[in-house]
């Protein structure tokens, strides 16, 4: 059982530039998150999906977008990269909006 | 967003020695998880509480759910080198349906 899958696991951007962390489970939980973790601080809430075709903003939405085509997959899209959004991003899922959340391995993104 | 303050900061305690750690919130939660996370990977679950007043016990951990609802503890007892990490709180407002809310993170080191 692989659980919560991302990849990258490790990713340079130059400024400007553009890319798609991807996030899988296979797990077949409705919720779907994604958290953003920098150096000292707890994760903060990027985005999260209760199901298929819907998404919604966490607390720092600001520079990335989101879809939710299927269950599985929950990929997370930066467009116009900048330093700020160097750090490790961690995809998770839930069975409901309550249970606790599943972690994958987090994607490492320096941006310069 | 929410603020939850997580204390201490960082821990380093003698192989067997016993580890207290809290977090604390301005608002009433309904739910309390507890994580650990090793370098490079992503949180895993130690502890899920759900009630005021919950104690709940993990082998050497115990986390209780803080009748104030505002606040929540974890302990371990007789500390192994294998508990080296960082643990976190994560909570989730009785306001905001989806979404936990992460503390800073304690370190901890054990020193064998």
């Known amino acids: 059982n692989a659980g919560v899958t991302q990849t990258p696991k490790f990713r340079i951007l130059k400024i400007g530039q553009s890319m798609t962390l991807q996030c899988a489970q296979d797990?077949?939980?409705?919720?779907m998150y994604w958290y953003r973790q920098d150096p000292g601080m707890g994760l903060k809430l990027i985005y999260y999906?209760?199901?298929?075709?819907?998404?919604d903003k966490g607390e720092v939405p600001n520079g990335y977008n989101v879809s939710r085509s299927t269950t599985e997959d929950f990929p997370l899209r930066l467009e116009l990269a900048a330093p700020s959004q160097t750090s490790v991003y961690f995809c998770a899922s839930s069975t409901t909006g309550i249970s606790p959340l599943h972690f994958g391995n987090g994607t490492r993104l320096t941006v310069t | 967003g929410q603020q939850l303050n997580q204390s201490p900061q960082s821990m380093f305690i003698q192989e067997g020695e016993d580890v207290s750690m809290n977090c604390t919130s301005s608002?009433?939660?309904?739910?309390w998880l507890w994580y650990k996370q090793d370098p490079g990977e992503g949180p895993v679950l130690l502890i899920a509480?759900?009630?005021?007043?919950e104690l709940t016990s993990n082998g050497r951990l115990t986390a209780q759910f803080g009748i104030t609802r505002k606040d929540s503890f974890l302990n371990i007892s007789a500390s192994i080198p294998s508990d080296v990490g960082i643990y976190f709180c994560a909570g989730q407002p009785a306001n905001t349906g989806n979404q936990f809310y992460f503390g800073t993170g304690t370190s901890l080191t054990v020193i064998p």
């Open positions: 999906s209760v199901g298929a075709g819907i998404t």
């Open positions: 509480l759900y009630k005021a007043g």
């Open positions: 608002s009433i939660f309904n739910t």
């Open positions: 797990m077949n939980h409705n919720y």
